[in-house]
């Protein structure tokens, strides 16, 4: 086998190795069918036995409440985008809390379904920050709050929950899902594209409180009708099963081998930790992006010194077996998303090249 680089690419990102072990050893025949999981019916005992085991595992991390359900969705996260606007916004006023690339993109495409607002808005500060509370400027009849719980380009986070009264709360948690536990009885909708960290790109977990159902409309398309997902349990077509597979593997290494999102989380601090404290102690060398309660614990994003030394400090981590450290193109610099599995080793690899690079280059 070729040997694995460490991957910090925002997305499509690295995939728990023993994942990608177990699906390699079960690729030709998955235990009791005799034939891959891409081989089989959606409908068929093997593969009902995977999608039960999936959603258990998920509502076991998130102690997710009976109140709330689990779909698999096809189209990642920027469907979800549209498909939460046809269903709940309807030609109404909903707020918008602009941190950021996705938030403006989810934004944008609710415009096409009604007349969303921002409820705050940190394009004239560049987008470093996550807005405090009291600077919401929220509307107790809309018909629900949005927010963009990481900003995957900028490299923000929240770390608490908007406060939004009686209002839904809807989340796109693309880039931190499942990155550290969370209050999820507190949103009524929460979706994130699966290709950061729960398993291949192209569908969205997403997490729905029932009650809202009763708002969703007729007539829509139904694979963009949330009733109809949960109605069908997802099966309503022929999903991604494969994808759903490997979300249910990622599902079981974060309980089985990681131990819930508690040890989750408190590996992940440390992770970043190693990287912002270089930032911290290079004097200037590297300058980070996010102000320090709004770092992300997903993806770092940083400056050096000039464009040309950017190029080539990725162009020499990727010698190095670091790839994927170049900044979304929209904002440029270096960026290292260092999701759930990024191991410990990888942050430690990235934090000793980082600490090489600026004493050569001093
Ligand atoms: C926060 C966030 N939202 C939405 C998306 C879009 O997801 P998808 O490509 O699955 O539609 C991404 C990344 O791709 C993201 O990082």
Known sequence: MEERIYNFSAGPATLPLPVLQKAQEELLAYPGAGASVMEISHRSKAFAG??????????????????????????????????????????????????????????????????????????????????????????????????????????????????????????????????RPIPIEKYALLYAGAQKNVGPSGMAVVIIREDLLERVPEGLPSLLDYKVMVENDSLYNTPSTFTIYIIGLVMRWLREDIGGLEKMAEINRAKAQLIYDVIDSSGGFYRGHAVPESRSLMNVTFRLPSEDIEKEFIAQAAKAGLDGLKGHRSVGGCRASIYNAMPVAGCEALRDFMIEFQRAKG
């Open 50 to 179: 995977i999608l039960e085991r999936a959603k258990a595992d998920i509502k076991d991390l998130l102690q997710l409440p009976d109140t709330h359900r689990i779909l698999f969705a096809p189209g990642g996260a920027t469907m979800q985008f549209s498909m939460l606007a046809m269903n709940f916004l309807r030609g109404a006023s909903a707020d918008y809390i602009m941190t950021g690339s996705w938030a403006s993109k989810a934004m944008n495409e609710a415009k096409k379904h009604g007349a969303p607002r921002a409820a705050w808005s940190g394009k004239d500060e560049n987008y470093v920050r996550m807005p405090k509370n009291s600077e919401l400027d929220l509307d107790p009849k809309a018909a629900y709050v949005h927010f963009t719980s990481n900003e995957t380009i900028q490299g923000t986070e929240f770390f608490e929950e908007p406060e939004v009264g009686d209002v839904p709360l809807f989340c796109d948690a693309s880039s931190d899902f499942m990155s």
